[in-house]
């Protein structure tokens, strides 16, 4: 079982749905990253958060550190949002990946 | 803008022959990440430096090889390619702030490389 699981794996929208990534961890960890990366791209970073909630535009993260899993959500998505987004850990100074959700908007 | 900068973007090498990898950065954060990400798969962690310090993975072949001659510049050397060592090769930073705490990770655009 890896240590940092992420559902569902594939995701598929039409635009302007509201659309939620889970990730759910099994290890002590200090930060939890959310990540973006389009096809064939480098990686973006999203948020970066420790306890409670961040929002940047139409991204919103949360996290719930007792019960070990965070949710990103997309108001309102676009076909630009389509890419994968991957969840990871901060452990002892190394990042853990979770396996990545693949976010398909269509118009 | 303060950012994290690869050169090239794309990389083709044939076969064995050495290739060499930069990543810059403008943060000015003392610690510099490699990752080896195939196709499909989770960016895997190569080395990384904290400062001058090099930090290997156990599982990360001899064939990779890194410097860092100054805070902004760290480079991957591949001495010998495989075909199997075609893959992004990502760079990040961070700012350590000490044992526990967490160090967001600023990735650079990455370099794709192909092996003939």
């Known amino acids: 079982k890896n240590e940092v699981e992420q559902s569902p794996q594939n995701l598929t929208a039409q635009e302007g749905e509201f659309i939620t990534i889970n990730c759910s961890y099994s290890v002590g960890i200090s930060a939890l990253h959310w990540l973006q990366q389009h096809p064939g791209g480098g990686i973006v970073s999203l948020f970066m958060l420790s306890s409670g909630k961040k929002k940047h535009g139409r991204l919103i993260a949360t996290i719930n550190i007792q019960e070990k899993h965070s949710s990103l959500h997309i108001t309102a998505s676009h076909p630009r949002d389509s890419a994968v987004y991957i969840c990871a850990v901060v452990g002892t100074d190394k990042l853990i990946f979770g396996t990545g959700t693949r976010l398909q908007v269509f118009p | 803008d303060a950012m994290v900068i690869q050169n090239p973007r794309y990389q083709v090498t044939q076969f064995g022959k050495p290739v060499t990898l930069s990543c810059s950065q403008t943060l000015n954060h003392n610690v510099m990440y490699w990752y080896q990400q195939k196709s499909s798969q989770a960016p895997k962690l190569l080395f990384h430096?904290?400062?001058?310090?090099?930090?290997n993975e156990a599982d990360t072949p001899d064939n990779f090889q890194s410097r860092r001659p100054n805070t902004s510049f760290c480079f991957l050397d591949i001495r010998s390619p495989g075909l199997g060592d075609a893959a992004m090769y990502l760079c990040?930073?961070?700012?350590?702030?000490?044992?526990?705490?967490?160090?967001?990770?600023?990735f650079g655009p990455g370099t794709r490389l192909t092996v003939l």
């Open positions: 990040a930073t961070s700012i350590h702030l000490g044992q526990g705490a967490g160090n967001e990770q600023f």
């Open positions: 430096y904290y400062d001058k310090d090099f930090n």
